[in-house]
Structures are given as C-alpha cells and as structure tokens.
C-alpha cells in the first residue's frame, strides 16, 4: 500500500526565505505524487504533480518539487517566501487512481 | 468556470442526531469524491462515484454513512447516527474524467460537522 510522511507539522520562515517542506513516499509501484495547498476555510488546491516525466516539476505560485527515487522522496521548495504562502501544504501519493494524504505541514511567514 | 459547491459550510449536531451534506461539483465532472478531513490529519477517502455508480466506498463506516450520487450530478452523503468522532470537515472533490491515473482532483470548501 501506498502511503506518504510529511516531516514537520509545523514550519516557520521569515519573508524571503527559503521554503522547504518534506515528503517521503512509500510505493511498490512508481508512484504518482502531488502537492496540494489549501487555505483557512477553503477547499485543497493542486499545486503540482508528479508523472513520471520530468523529475524536477513546477507548479503554481513559484512552488516546485523534486522526484528522488534513491531517497524516496519528493519535498516542495519555493526560493523566496511571501505572506500569502502561510497555508497548509498536503503531500499525496496515487495508488489504484485513489489518493493517500500525509498529515500536512502548516507554514508560517513571519516578517 | 463556477468551483464545486458544498453546502452547508458548517453544522453543529448533537451526538445520536443525523445529518446531510449536499455536494455540486463542476458541470461535467465524471468522478465525484467525499473525503473526511479529521483535524490535524490529511484527507481520507470515504467514497468515490464515476456518474452514478460507486466506484469505491471501502472506507465508508457504511453501518452509519451513506452516500448517493443520483443522476450523475450532485451528491448527498448521510450520517446516521452520528458520533462524536465524526467530528472533521467533510470535503467533495471532483474530476473529469473516469478515475484514471494522476488525475487532477478539485476541491470544495467543505462542511465542518461538529458532533457535541
């Protein structure tokens, strides 16, 4: 079975910096892996996906994400912070055209 | 292009109590899904229709849950009777085609159940 641990259930970053979020993915199969955002009182929104064709995705919001087979992982980075990034961040993994959900990492942008 | 709708938002309910949760997803979505986000925890899949079929509901408590997708479009899912750890916010997804691999999935907002 497929199954997803996001490290950090809290990160905190200033303005401008670096943002990393951590997820490690557990499959048999080579996985399909998606970062999902979502915002107080909203619905989650697809920030990226991974399908197998170019390791290193980007998505929306100047967020990207590397596949690492060798260390089974695929963390989410953005270069520069902003305020309007302070949500939670879902790391998911497909298995049998469902999804499988980590437990969230919810960044913090402080100025 | 409108987003899926839910509704209520929230719901407060006392334990023992029933209640339903309407769901619209986006005009011509094929696959319609009901999650159960517990707080602190990622989304967990508790049914998933193509049109009006169920396609999985493996994780569906069915002894109290029940859920139905009539006509292909909208979907209700029930709760009968609830508990206190229903508890979570109960969000619909939908995409637009049948389930096929790394499909994009689009969220509501959800309803927030608190079970008292």
């Known amino acids: 079975a497929q199954s997803v641990t996001q490290l950090g259930s809290h990160v905190s970053v200033s303005e401008g910096a670096l943002v990393l979020l951590r997820c490690n993915y557990s499959?048999?199969?080579?996985?399909?892996l998606f970062w999902y955002v979502q915002y107080p009182n909203q619905g989650l929104q697809l920030l990226l996906k991974?399908?197998?064709?170019?390791?290193l995705v980007k998505g929306i919001n100047g967020f990207e994400a590397e596949f690492k087979k060798s260390e089974t992982s695929f963390h989410l980075t953005k270069p520069s912070a902003h305020m309007s990034d302070a949500a939670e961040y879902f790391c998911?993994?497909?298995?049998?055209?469902?999804?499988?959900f980590g437990t969230g990492t919810q960044l913090k942008v402080e100025l | 292009e409108a987003g899926v709708a839910q509704s209520p938002r929230y719901k407060i309910i006392e334990k023992r109590q029933s209640v339903a949760f309407w769901c619209n997803p986006i005009?011509?979505?094929?696959?319609l899904y009901w999650y159960q986000q517990i707080l602190g925890q990622g989304p967990k899949l508790l049914i998933q229709?193509?049109?009006?079929?169920?396609?999985?509901d493996s994780q569906l408590p069915k002894d109290r849950f029940s859920a139905e997708r009539l006509k292909g479009v909208d979907s209700t899912l029930k709760i009968q009777p609830a508990k206190l750890e229903d508890s979570a916010v109960y969000l619909c997804?939908?995409?637009?085609?049948?389930?096929?691999?790394?499909?994009?999935?689009?969220f509501g907002p959800g309803t927030r159940l608190t079970v008292l």
């Open positions: 997804a939908s995409s637009p085609r049948a389930p096929q691999q790394a499909d994009t999935q689009y």
């Open positions: 499959s048999s199969v080579p996985p399909y």
């Open positions: 991974y399908t197998s064709a170019a390791t």
């Open positions: 998911a993994v497909e298995g049998g055209n469902k999804l499988t």
């Open positions: 005009s011509g979505h094929a696959t």
């Open positions: 229709f193509q049109n009006n079929g169920v396609v999985d």
